[in-house]
């Protein structure tokens, strides 16, 4: 019925490692330089790329390929195909001021007897690197029908606001950004 993107294998095993091993070696390039800007300008650079690789790493991990049917909802996996019941989700909702787009659902996994938050990047090539500000996904609408019909006691007012993920990421660049800028100001 809905199925994730295909460059989900793109961003997960080729985008971010290439991304992050780029800009590493633009950084020490620029480390042993003898003048004070490349000495300066590749210290900071190497912070806030370390800090905008641990956020893509935390995508990395948790970013699934999947399909959801009117059924239940297939996550692909390296030894076939996870079937996770819908009455196994807990919460589901898109994350805001995102690019690309992602929907992050949490379930409870059977089998190791615990929860589990994914991230999936839907198949939506018309929406490809824009920003949705307040609206959903067909995909995410879908996902939602289906956990309340499995789950009537589902409430949408249960889920995480769409706006935490960048909130996070804002409050945790003000400490690199404070960083960046008293080491500038030594100068």
């Known amino acids: 019925m809905y199925r994730s993107s295909r460059l989900t294998y793109f961003y997960k095993y080729i985008f971010v490692p290439l991304w992050g091993i780029g800009f590493l070696f633009g950084i020490i390039a620029f480390w042993s330089k003898d003048d004070q800007f490349s000495y300066d300008w590749s210290r900071s650079a190497a912070l806030m790329v370390g800090w905008i690789i641990i956020w893509l790493i935390i995508m990395m991990i948790r970013l699934r390929s999947g399909e959801a049917n009117y059924?239940?909802?297939?996550?692909?996996?390296?030894?076939?195909?996870?079937?996770?019941?819908?009455?196994?989700?807990?919460?589901?909702?898109?994350?805001?001021?995102?690019?690309?787009?992602?929907?992050?659902v949490k379930y409870y996994d059977n089998v190791i007897g615990k929860s589990r938050k994914i991230l999936i990047m839907p198949s939506t090539s018309e929406y490809f690197f824009r920003i949705i500000l307040f609206g959903e996904l067909e995909m995410t609408k879908f996902i939602r029908e289906r956990i309340i019909a499995a789950n009537p006691d589902y409430s949408k007012d249960l889920e995480p606001s769409r706006w935490l993920p960048a909130g996070l990421i804002i409050l945790t660049a003000i400490p690199v950004n404070l960083i960046i800028e008293m080491y500038f100001s030594h100068f």
């Open 71 to 104: 059924e239940n909802f297939e996550l692909d996996t390296f030894v076939g195909k996870k079937i996770v019941d819908y009455k196994d989700i807990e919460w589901i909702y898109q994350i805001g001021l995102i690019s690309p787009i992602l929907i992050s």
